[in-house]
């Protein structure tokens, strides 16, 4: 192999070991929906703001809180 291919093929794996160092795939993005009584709002608000701080680097976390009265429930959840 000559000198001036040599020098080629180091580029070329530079080129091929810089780009894979690059930081993984883009973070997939992911929608929950979380029901829960109105006296736990606040509650509910703190744990999932710690979900989302616990995962922030593996998944763009996004969650919508919803109030659902403990007694409709079942009945909300059946006809799903």
Not at 27 to 39: A, D, H, I, R
């Amino acid at each position: 192999m000559r000198r001036g291919e040599k020098f080629v093929l180091c580029i070329v794996a530079a080129c091929v070991l810089l780009c894979s160092c690059q930081k993984g795939e883009p973070k997939e993005k992911v929608s929950l929906k979380l029901w829960g009584p109105e006296g736990n709002q606040e509650l509910l608000r703190e744990m999932s703001d710690e979900f989302c701080e616990n995962y922030k680097d593996q998944a763009e976390i996004d969650i919508h809180i919803g109030v659902e009265d403990e007694n409709d429930f079942k009945g909300d959840y059946l006809k799903m």
